[in-house]
Nanobody, 122 residues
Framework: QVQLVESGGGLVQAGDSLRLSCAASGRTFSRYTMAWFRQGVGKEREFVASVRWTGGSTYYADSLKGRFTISRDNAKNMVYLQMNSLKPEDTAVYYC???????????????WGQGTQVTVSS
């Protein structure tokens, strides 16, 4: 079992940076692939980034490469999402997720946090 709690969301202006954090509980945290998804109002939940527990390989949505960076600290049971050069279209609820398998499909992930709101004003 893994419990996830996101933090770090807020209201920022276009061009600003923000770092989201995800605190995970559970003894086997280091065995999970961790990911961030987001969901805007009236939109489907979409993949943002993921990081595997073996080797730390990272994957990103093509549209976000170069602006967003995912990282994890297994010793602290933490996952982070550094977001730079934010745009109004990045406005969404951001969710942390954990799963045994790596991928861009939300159905692959077994555990989800409650989400944290990110709002980017123009």
């Amino acid at each position: 079992q893994v419990q996830l709690v996101e933090s770090g969301g807020g209201l920022v202006q276009a061009g600003d940076s923000l770092r989201l954090s995800c605190a995970a509980s559970g003894r086997t945290f280091s065995r999970y692939t961790m990911a961030w998804f987001r969901q805007g109002v009236g939109k489907e939940r979409e993949f943002v980034a993921s990081v595997r527990w073996t080797g730390g390989s990272t994957y990103y949505a093509d549209s976000l490469k170069g602006r967003f960076t995912i990282s994890r600290d297994n010793a602290k049971n933490m996952v982070y999402l550094q977001m730079n050069s934010l745009k109004p279209e990045d406005t969404a609820v951001y969710y942390c997720a954990a799963g045994y398998y790596s991928g861009r499909t939300s159905g692959l992930y077994d555990y989800w946090g409650q989400g944290t709101q990110v709002t980017v004003s123009s």
